[in-house]
């Protein structure tokens, strides 16, 4: 067995079939793709990749389907999705995932295509598994596929610790090797066994925290949003097709947007960390529910009413008005007392998390620094927000 | 400057003043006092003690007075208060907290007694420190003394990294780091800056999840059950008076009630690990109030109704009704939209946490494992719980 | 299979044997034996014990018995030498080591007669395991004894790593998980895998490292070597029967040594980290060769002499002259280009850490305060020590 | 104060000239360039940049300035020094060097260009901070210059911790903090103060074995000689002018190797992991003398000898044959017996690491996976090299 070194796991065994996955192109463009894209803007260590998250990924999954002494086929479909579990992600991944659903109407889970046109597919099959029954399971479907991807996933078990590792922010060290050891199988389900709603808990609560600190911090939204604006510029314009964009890699697109002069200046900002500002930025409570979480027209539309009303180009205002935060943990299930019930259901602690996540809720405009103040006073008339937003 | 290695804060620099207090026998003696007591018989590597705690306190301490920049003379106290926080305690800390309270009506926050008895005053008194004022920051009085002793003060921010880093245990993994820098002193009262709610919330997750891990662990509860009531027998024997009990080292302690025919089971089942065993454990809604944190009197009645009615001595039955759980976190003071607040005002996960707390409590009846099943129905009958409470 | 959570390994996965031998009198006595003795009164944090490390070094060995592949009756015996390898200790480990084999003419490796003596020999014998055999393998002999007692065994690889987490030192921190993936059987021998010389010579590396911060340090020297002597006084004055004494706790020999006029004035010190200092600290090469390594009559004998000369008390004068360092390491076998080999006839660095350990090397002559210079004087003259040996 | 979260240091605070600095184009710059080049190719886990290193090397310098006291204006240069030291490195830093030292006849320490051509000698003049001598200590020269380039600088420091963080293999972990308490300044030199031989001998070790298992890994090398092989030709055929290439990012590298159709091959198997392996792996003493450390015109003409023998196109062999192991720790001068001394008169380690560095010397020659068995033995005979030497 290829044992790998692994700043988080330690030592990685790979399966044979595990090698052969990593030697595609699909795999290894991971390496290239960072895991929490714009962050590094914020935490500067933040600079892992999807390429090592996979591999922790499949990690996990293999200590999980040992513990749960599973069958050699559904084991080898389980621990193949979850290494292969990232491929389809665009370059910056979540950030540029609107943009590619929008042009492509494909999401990042959907990997049928993927295993259709790349050699991952045909790896699969010389290594006896099949490509569909791995794409179900990437997508959470099928037999066991929570444990890829559902309410308390092997990927977000992986991705808490790492992301904590790399970012130094101590709030996603989760005991993960208890939560894999109290994973039951009742009823064909994937539970977590008697005695470990504390466990299943603090992995809830990691998230919320590493939201608050990390994940929605406002450098890194701001920066996403600025690329979310370039990417859509990018392929409105035609400069490169949906289908290539979405294989690109982080520094790819980057390059392609400073080659393409309406949107130069965005990627020299995003390059330079030179970045638009907070204008407004907006507690849900002050923000009408009209304006939460738009659709793209509307939101282009509203960014060229307030660049109008603040005299400034269409390009210098960018709207980001997130949807109501969701809780995929709380539909995790626990045994209590016998029984397999909803996380939500038994934890005092998912409703106090639920509102705490809409608690940090913010709706922002950005601007660049020059137009801050004209940019702010247009958009509070716009949105009808009157407190001042100053943050 | 001396400087000393710790395994939690790595190096940490004493001034001339910590020095002394150091070398001074009640400081001395909490080389043998064990942070977290019987928890040891659960996690085998929880062996740290209240001395290198002290020194965390100490270094922590100093952060904070630094980052605040307070005057000279205030600096020193509070250094001062928190290095000597816990040497009030007598052995096994908390676990004797009520025997020492019963028999000598004193509290470990309460240190008056120790700064005139021993050398810890003359040494205070000879660095120009005032014991007094000293005493009275170790008990959370006067000026900032909530840094030492308050919702989120310098000893529980030392405590939760380093059980976290002696038991294995991630949850305690606060960012003490962020916590410190954002203090601030609003008409002299010590609050937490604007922007750290999520930092302070951690502190407050920590410990719920420290509490239902390790704190709480049934094992180490009954373990210290056996000690509180062994402890009093002692005490009630007049074999140890309670001044020298207070005094005691943990193994001291053991060695005592080794010596001492009546309690020398005990002290064996603790030694050896041969505890009791949990022959009812029920949940807050199964117990009726007036079976809820009993006092030491009645504790002892019903303990012997129980064993009469289940034909055992009456030392083979322990009953351990706790109080209800208090959240002292949710006391401290965070600047939110520039006016400091309670942090149980403006976070909505504090009610969760609180219901998280009332979620674990516990009434137990322990008893020999020859005796469960008599003990356990004996005590079901008498405190007049239905259900099976077996665990 | 229960599982132990540990403070450096995280989970241990338990096998009912050893479940059953960690019940026994004599594995339960090691939670009151600290790892590394008088060192905690140089790094506080350093109070991790005998107990734990037990369960660290049977955590590793299961995993080399699972890596070897090895068939049960070998891999249940190794396993059982590895988790009791440290029953033979007696308080304060290796510091009252020759003050028992003095007395005792015994070894804490040969632990024949506990296993007659105590519990744990019948419990080996209930679990089906020789206790003949296990007592050969802790001593390093019979099939892949080494693995338990050798020159890169399981021991070391735990201690190195464990005294890193515990100290705050890092030079422990080696790979392994590495090295136990690299042990091979060959022709019965237990040996490392080709293209692992550096992985072998960090673990000699981490040693010395250790020695030269941690292990050596003068404070613990010296802390040892009042320990030694007050031991020797208790066990010549016929207060402790050496079999008992070699049964008892650190705390409890502290006890003792308090409770007999003699030696309380040393326990007193010891407790209160009020210890002997340098009269003398002199390199190898000042030192004449009949005083290295000396034994116990001789070294008496030469400190009545010095203190006579310096007009004190014999027992104000302590002389601790150690033995040449040894490195087992070097004698553990590497394959190299096909063939096992010695890794001292392979790794160049062997020999320079060889260098290394002589450069640390120093006779100590250790003396109270008050009579530092009387004593230091004396002894330059008696040893034949021409240069200022002030440290 | 800003700070900034590391995952290695935790919080780093930043001076307003450490921000400023930070805001010019060639510090970011860094975030896109590996601080471990090619070494992600084999720990995965290893994509950290020279822009949160240079933060990590500001922040021991601050920290070393501050235990100095040194004042004010020099206490400045050095920590921008500190901070800008890397900036001159090129894409994939030292893998690039040899190419771009050929073409433009500069090494990475000469930063003088870039404090002319770019904001940050601008930057630098507004903090009141003089270029050229900041461009000289970054050369190690000038007062305390050795602290950022010298035998024990901050460089050295940060870099161990920092990989050994990343890669996840645990030698890097020496003990900066300590070294950097023991920083004294001797008549204008830096030293280590008495009592530390140990702590500076953990750094040389920590490079040796590093080195032995990160940094000079083969598949590393053979990624950097592909890099280098395809970087000459890029630069020969003129696609990038030298002063452009030695600015581009490693992904900018990549792309323009791919861009240019007699490199793209290379630049397929370096994105995608294809690499070429070792037909010849040859120690130190198997190799004449004339094949050790030569030039870049020779190199050429050999592998085009190897090329012709084997039958195969040049592109397709590839020779690597570094220079002798230099070790400037053994430079960093101790102080011993209150005297200043070079490590490597006092440390008998020296010598052995010497040993370590030439025992891993290894020449290697390169081939595509279809070619080893011919160019092997073409390599072979042209090299003069006898035994087998496959790896």
Known sequence: M??????????????PMAEALLDTEPMQRLRYVRQLST????????????????????????RAVDHLDLEDDLAARLRAAALVHDAG???????????????????????????????????????????DAVAATVDGRGPLGELVSGGLDVDRMDYLVRDAHHTGVPYGTIDHARLIRAFQVVDGDLVIADGNVATAESALIAR???????????????????LDRASERLLDDGVVAPERFARLTDEELLAA????????????????????????????????????????????DLEREIASAAGVDPASVILDSPGDPSSPESRARVVVDGEPQRL???????????????????????????HLESVREAAATVLEIEADPAP
Not at 39 to 62: D, I, K, W
Not at 210 to 218: E, G, L, S
């Open 208 to 226: 919320t925290l590493m939201n608050a600190t990390v994940y929605r911090h406002h450098v890194s939204r701001i920066a996403g949003a600025m």
């Open 2 to 15: 290829t044992t790998i070194k692994d700043s988080v796991h330690d030592y990685i065994e790979l399966c």
């Open 344 to 370: 939500a259901d038994r934890s005092p602690l998912v409703a106090g998390l639920d509102a705490c996540a809409r608690e940090i809720w913010r709706l922002g405009v950005y601007a660049p620094p020059a």
């Open 39 to 62: 962050v590094q803007l914020v935490y500067p260590s933040a600079n892992h990749t999807r390429f090592e998250h996979s591999l922790g990924v499949y990690h996990l999954a293999s």
């Open 257 to 300: 947007l400073s080659d393409h002069e309406p949107t130069a200046d965005l990627a020299d900002r995003l390059r330079n960390r030179r970045l638009y500002k907070r204008a407004l930025w907006a507690r849900r409570g002050a923000v009408p529910d009209e304006f939460v979480a738009i659709d793209y027209d509307r939101t282009r």
């Open 89 to 131: 992600h665009g370059p910056f991944g979540h950030q540029t995932e609107r943009a590619i659903e929008r042009h492509l109407g494909r999401h990042h889970d959907e990997i049928e295509w993927l295993l259709e046109e790349t050699d991952l597919g045909t790896v699969l099959e010389e290594q006896g598994v099949d490509p």
